[in-house]
Nanobody, 124 residues
Framework: QVQLVESGGGLVQAGGSLRLSCADS????????MGWFRQAPGKEREIVAS????????YHADSVKGRFTISRDNAENTVYLQMNSLKPEDTAVYYC?????????????????WGQGTQVTVSS
């Protein structure tokens, strides 16, 4: 069973940085590709970044490319999202998710387990 808990969200000024973490309390973390999604008020949930089970492949949405970096540590059962040069438009609830079945998922329906979300607010 996969149980995901996000942490690291908060309030930051534009141009600042945050590092999100998502820990899995189960014992099958390394079997899953992982993703970070976000949902702003009134908008649909969108992919931010994803990573294959061993970290060999990553995907970053165009809107965050060059600013955000996804990584994982299978020994710690944790996936990270390093967010630099934050912008007010990055304000959203950020969710991590785990999935199986393809090498790396970029769509919501490709994920089976979701965390509860962590709020990121970027002030201008």
């Amino acid at each position: 069973q996969v149980q995901l808990v996000e942490s690291g969200g908060g309030l930051v000024q534009a141009g600042g940085s945050l590092r999100l973490s998502c820990a899995d309390s189960g014992r099958t973390f390394r079997n899953y590709y992982m993703g970070w999604f976000r949902q702003a008020p009134g908008k649909e949930r969108e992919i931010v970044a994803s990573i294959s089970w061993n970290g060999g492949r990553t995907y970053h949405a165009d809107s965050v490319k060059g600013r955000f970096t996804i990584s994982r540590d299978n020994a710690e059962n944790t996936v990270y999202l390093q967010m630099n040069s934050l912008k007010p438009e990055d304000t959203a609830v950020y969710y991590c998710a785990a999935g199986r079945g393809v090498v790396i998922g970029t769509r919501i329906h490709e994920y089976d387990y979701w965390g509860q979300g962590t709020q990121v607010t970027v002030s201008s």
